[in-house]
């Protein structure tokens, strides 16, 4: 027999095994998510035999559809069903509980991003349709070093704190379908940037402000996951980023919009399925952004 609830106090430990067991994550990235971001009336677990066999977790956001008016949300996260229990409808069951959760509490829509291409057909089955894209661009150092600056303006890239990052996050994306986050959340990303030898960073050219959340994959590999700021100033902010972060590899990460003098690949990113009716009017491209995802 299956129960469904929201998680209670002592029950992290279980929780953690399975996180474990499904990403493969390290004790010490564990940990890090429990200490800074965990809250157990945002966690719904799925007990089978009286354990928890499988769990989510929901993150508030904001879906903002125009330049004023935004959707109150949430976005799935860790999804998680023990490798004994997989393929018999516990995701399902989970996933189903919070959305009815989630309409009794007036959320309007719920998001998630899976984690490979097969389970977007899962979750397209479940309801979900793709809503959201990236482009994803593979660099080397020497092919940063060759690209055309754009302008012989200087770049300052400096650390910038949650606020100011949002400030100049929402600022970017202004007027177009994207994902909206708390300070709290661009805080946990703060610290999960620095953890890696990164940070967030504020990028300032003349009057134009924009920012990056960049984390380092290792010595060799840097991750540029968000990249916000006009298509002009791209290759200048690149370069001093790269400057700043020296590395052999770097993976950028940008809107689909954004960057496409650069090349890459655009790729579905994020699902939504709405929890009341609803019309979502998507921007003329039809893309919209979700951002890092913590993912």
Known sequence: MSIIRLAKEGETTRQKELWKLCFGDSDSYINFFYAERYKKDETAVLLHDEEISAMLTMISV??????????????????????????????????DFCNQYLRVNNKVCSILVPANKQLFDFYRKQGYKDGFYIRETLFTRDMIDTLPACDSSEYLVSSINPQGYNQRRNNQLNGRFY??????????QKKLSQQSGADIYGIDCGAMQGCAA??????????????????????????????????????????????????????????????????????????????????
């Open 62 to 95: 904001k879906i903002m559809i125009t330049d004023t008016q935004g959707l109150d949300s949430v976005m799935f996260y860790a999804i998680a069903t023990h490798p004994n229990y997989q393929n018999r409808g516990f995701a399902t069951q989970l996933i």
């Open 179 to 188: 994902v909206q986050y708390a300070d709290k959340d661009i805080a946990y």
């Open 214 to 295: 960049i984390e380092r994959l290792n010595a060799d590999k840097v991750f540029i996951k968000e990249i916000l700021l006009p298509d002009k100033a791209v290759n200048g902010a690149i370069k001093q980023i790269a400057r700043q972060l020296p590395a052999k590899e770097y993976t950028l990460r940008t809107p689909a919009y954004l960057g496409g003098h650069l090349g890459g690949s655009i790729r579905p990113f994020g699902m939504i399925r709405g929890l009341r009716e609803i019309e979502l009017t998507l921007n003329s491209d039809g893309l919209g952004y979700l951002g890092f995802a913590f993912d």
